[in-house]
């Protein structure tokens, strides 16, 4: 499978862009609560109130508008923390900034977690590429770390890999689970474990 990073909105008129955003604002909702196999395409067009006939305007299938959730998971999301990592003194405050604009970016977002992880069965493919993506980020960030001598020089890829799942399980714990911000105790401990590990 090719995954495909297409603006689609760009075809569309201001009342389509509209109306596709809110079917995706609605496939998010419902599919994040129902599960994607227990969602249909009336369940979305209901959420999004248009007419059934109206979602396949805009998306051939259910697959293609989970597809393009992952899909704007990642544009969004990468995009807010390269945001939130920028206007930095080092890579260490580089990389503390990017934890923070990961939280508070899956504090507004809820349904991340749920929609993300049901990637792993309902496409695999699409569920690497979309971890893929956030790991080069991660790479680039560690790379130029590295070269500037302020990280150790391991290897890049396992570290990025355990960079995510620390984001990852403690924005679960505490932005998803309990609908609170990350504890300042928590992020601290984090921090130095993760720091503590990559500065020379």
């Known amino acids: 499978m090719s995954i495909k990073n297409v603006d689609a909105d760009k075809t569309l008129t201001p009342k389509g862009i509209e109306t596709r955003q809110k079917l995706l604002r609605a496939a998010e909702e419902v599919i994040g609560k129902k599960g994607y196999f227990e969602t249909s395409i009336v369940n979305i067009s209901q959420q999004a109130n248009v007419a059934q006939g109206t979602f396949y305007n805009y998306f051939p299938s259910k697959k293609d508008i989970f597809d393009e959730l992952i899909r704007s998971y990642s544009r969004d999301l990468r995009s807010a923390i390269k945001e939130g990592m920028q ?105 130095a474990l993760i720091f503590d590990g990559l500065k020379k």
């Open 87 to 191: 206007n930095h003194t080092t890579y260490e405050e580089a990389q503390r900034n990017g934890f923070y604009a990961f939280f508070s970016w899956v504090k507004n977002h809820p349904n991340l977690y749920s929609i993300v992880q049901q990637a792993i069965v309902v496409d695999q493919e699409l569920f690497r590429w979309y971890y893929g993506k956030l790991a080069n980020g991660f790479l680039k960030s560690l790379a130029q770390g590295v070269e500037a001598g302020e990280f150790k020089d391991l290897d890049q890829e396992t570290v990025a890999y355990c960079l995510m799942s620390i984001g990852q399980f403690l924005g679960m714990r505490w932005v998803y689970w309990e609908k609170k911000d990350v504890p300042e105790e928590a992020f601290d401990a984090a921090m």
